[in-house]
Structures are given as C-alpha cells and as structure tokens.
C-alpha cells in the first residue's frame, strides 16, 4: 500500500525520523506523561523495539530518563506530580484495575481504602456495583466518590490536611487507623519494584503501613506504568501484600520476586 492510500484509509505512515530527533521526541513525550512504553514508541516511530531500547539505554546513560520493565520514565527532580496530574493519565488502565478490585469485595465487608489516583477508580467502580460496605478512608475524593453509591457506609480519617493529595496524614490519622480491624484494605503506590512498593508522597507510607496491619487481606492497586519505579519511603516487603491487581502482568525481576513471596497477581481483563 502507498503512502497515500494508506492515509486515504486513515492509517498515517509513521515518518522515519533521525535517531537525535527520534530521541528529543522521547523527552518531550515524557514531560506531557509520567511513563512511555517500547512498543507503543516503536509504533509510532516506525521502528523495532530494539532501536527503541538503545535510545532508552543511550537517554539513560545521560541521566535524562530512568529505565523501567517494558518502558522508561523521566527522573522526578524532586517533584512529584500531584493527585490531578496523575488522574489526568492512564485513565482506562486504572479504571480496569479499579473494576477488578471492587469485584473482590463482598456485601457487609469493612475496608480501609487510602489516598491515590488508582484507589479513586476502585471507589468508582465500587459506588456503581452497589456493594454494601463500610469503608474507613484518609482521602477526600475516595469518600466523595463513594457517596455516589447505595449502602456504602463512610468513616474519613482526621489528621493534618495535604492540599495537592486532599488527604490526611500524621500522628491523628495513625492513631484513628489504629482503633480498627478491617476485612480488606486497598492501597496504591508511587511505585513497585522486586524490594516492594515505595511512596514518594510524605506521610503516605506511614498510612499505608498502618493500613496493612489492620486488614485480614491486602491489595496492592498498581498501573504497569510503575514498574521498576522507587519513591523515597519503602512501604512493605511483598510478604506483607496478599495480592495486587494491575493492568499488565509483571515481567524480570519484579515478577521473579513477587512469585517467591507468594503474592497473587490479578491482571484486570
């Protein structure tokens, strides 16, 4: 097929560009999102996947952007986007993650759920099933969202308010945790290595922390796009986490180490 009838069928023919421009495409696409994939850059390039890998190691060796399984993404430079920005991005990754999440719960379970882009669709998918629950939360938006539903019950953490987050943390949102038992807890990450999830938001894993200690089963809600990523503070060991559920199943290491632990993987359809 030709190039013009190609796009006379709507199929636009990927321009070979050279390997400088091809690679200054790749940093201007990682400052519009936190994470690119090889294959959907090959694609769009019109290249293998092996020359996207080289450009990744080449960009990578310079320190302009961070290696991940299947991927890359830009160093943060001591930002963190906040709870909008991340909500703006892999919108229907997470909405598939939050659909197989709330399957899980059953009718007259208690849950604790904290603050994130990804726990926010599993709150979605939750109000819109109906499932009658009651759910301790540290995230505005969570409980918001849940009073959308029928039969859900909501108890909101005190503590000291994060504005970028609209959540709670610190020593009250501990505390109150603390004064509960939960059939479930579900909690999301900044990212996810073979060490475990880590958090780049402070106070954040403290919360985490707490939650998983007061949950008879635990649920890592986590997009592919943060895989191989660490935030600052280490959350929990695998061993801590019953299952996650993603959108994409793991690959090398973090598969590796995820299958020595035990943990289930639920890959959301």
Known sequence: MTTGSAERHGNAVPLRLKKSERRR???????????????DLAERFGVSSETIRRDFDALS??????????????????????????????????????RR????????????????STTIAFARALAILGTRCTVLTNSIPVAMTLATGEGISIRL?????????????GTDT??????????????????????????????????????????????????????????????ADFADLDCIVVDRAPEGELAAALAFSGTDILVAQ
């Not at 953490?157 to 943390?169: F, K, M, N, Q, R």
Request: with cysteine; glycine share 12%.
């Open 174 to 235: 501990l505390d109150f945790i603390g004064r509960f038992n939960v059939d479930r807890c579900f909690i999301g990450a900044s990212g996810i290595s073979a060490e475990g999830p880590s958090e780049a938001v402070q106070g954040f894993a403290a919360v985490k922390r707490r939650m998983l200690q007061r949950a008879a089963r635990r649920h890592l809600l986590i997009g592919s796009a943060k895989f191989g990523r660490k935030g600052l503070a280490h959350v």
């Open 61 to 98: 060796g310079e320190g302009l952007i961070h290696r991940a399984t299947g991927g890359a993404y830009a160093p943060a430079h001591g930002h963190h986007p906040s709870l909008d920005e991340r909500s703006a991005a892999h919108v229907a990754e997470r909405d598939k993650i939050g």
């Open 157 to 169: 953490c005190p503590g000291d308010y994060l504005p970028a987050e609209s959540a709670l943390v």
């Open 25 to 39: 495409q790749i940093l201007l696409e990682l400052k519009l999102q936190p994470h690119v994939r090889n294959g």
């Open 101 to 116: 999440a709330a399957a899980l719960v059953a009718d007259g379970e208690t849950l604790m759920v904290d603050s994130g």
